[in-house]
């Protein structure tokens, strides 16, 4: 590494199933990466300090006094330090108000906050307010108003005005295809005699979950196995099918929410294999003026510190190239 | 056993999973009845034979001769032998016309066919075609246009018209509120830290899928967890607030592909504690004219021996006020 990179932030993404570190340089540039499989409730022994050590140690040896910076699930009641949520509308401001530090053998480690959506029906993230502000900074189009997808496990939607968080919803939408895949009757099928993937079989369940309309698709998962038994889907297609279906259902959710009003500026941030199949899917219903950007948390994790005087701000290193659109 | 109450028929309703067998006299009154929990999924042995034999081999020698009908998941591909299905729109005697049978050490086991909806998303059913032909022998005014609900694993909703099934839809609520009480995050802190049955709970996860309108409750099953962490919901009501969301969404979605027709008779029909759970559900949706029947199962059964001429048909002995209204 070259005296020219030298590093300024210890960068930490730490959350339920994976711990991800970044030594960061000037402007955010990534000088190198590593990560654990020690989510949250993972991390061996459930010894947050050992963990911390083991993963970054070296670079805290080798660069004594770096600032260090963690976003996600590490601040929850169930991690190293309970960070209360900011609350919504939040700013970066808030979230670097509300920064909680622990101790560490080489100095504190800051913990941000997660947000709380204090809705009828509340929401709540941690970890993803970080990759939103991150976009925000890689896009600054996107502060007055834009809708951030940011697919998974939990599927969040994310409102964004006036560079502000301004409400959220969660979709589990993966979650519920893991355990309907794994546990029900509609993927023992597949269990059984294997996978095949199928684009095709994908587009006919969200065609099915788009032209459910208001009814949803309470009435057509069961689709996934009577189309089978009707020999007009094979048992190796219907996973693609039932995903189809389940990540149909969360767009025709999130469209007829947005009816009454034009749809925001959409954008997707994560994986790149799942925001690509959600591309596919918001296309399906009509929805083409998509862009998907990347490196959001790490560009987050650095606007924050920023932000928080833990290092000093330069134009962020990572190049506008990083978004496709 | 008297004389005067000779039986008639052995009927056996054989799901997925259990087996139940009645003794039927004059106008099908129940004798004698006994189950087991040998659906065709779980007979010992997969012996269908020996099964029947020891469940209703001493009824056979008593009574040589004696008719026996089953209905159900036996006559799937699954079962002791395949009977093809009846088409939408399926009466009675398209019923009998497809009775296969298997031979036993007794004589002939006749099978009754499923129903099969050959709609663009194709619905089957087995055994719940037999409940619907019971109930309407039970309730003849419902045969011109009734809207029966079998609430459960899979409810069904089977629309009849002029005295035949004429389509039907599944909603898999049942299963869905398993697997996620089982396997998915929402379901852990009752896991952990056991149920409390709230009536309360429940209602509110009805009205929050009321309220949800045609975005149905897709944005809105995170709630079971984050009403939890705001401390607006506790881990003992979670179980029933969820039971509420799936409910409700079943009933949102079927009331919603009713909205510009008027709704037509509805009757529950099933296990009494669901149906209670479900006339509820119903209720808090606006919908209070609904009658409950019981005993469909027993007087299909009979109903279709006296169609197939296995006994002779006298007047049902099931009095009508097993009908609740």
Known sequence: MSERLAPALIALDWGTSSLRAYLLGEGGRVLAAQSRPWGIQHTPDGDF???????????????????????????????????PYALCPATSSNLVDGLLAVDTAYGPLYLLPGVLDASALPNVIRGEETQVFGALQLAPELREHALLVLPGTHSKWVSVRDGAISHFTTHMTGELFAVLRDHSILGRPAREQGIERSDEAFCRGLDAARQSAAEGVSG???????????????????????????????????????????????VLIGDAHLCERYRLALGRFGVTAVRTLENAGVTGLWHLACAAALVTATPTAVSRSAMHV
Chains 1, 2 share one sequence.
């Open 49 to 83: 300090a050992r963990a911390y050590e083991e993963l970054v140690g070296d670079w805290c040896r080798q660069w004594p006094g770096l600032p260090a910076l963690a976003c996600g699930m590490i601040g929850s009641r169930q991690g190293w330090r309970e960070v």
């Open 220 to 266: 057509r998962l069961f689709s996934t196995r009577s189309l089978l038994l009707t020999e007009r889907l094979t048992a190796g297609e219907s996973l693609d099918y039932l995903s189809g279906l389940l990540i149909g259902e969360e767009l025709r959710s999130v469209l007829a929410s947005l009816e009454e009003h034009a749809c925001p500026p959409l």
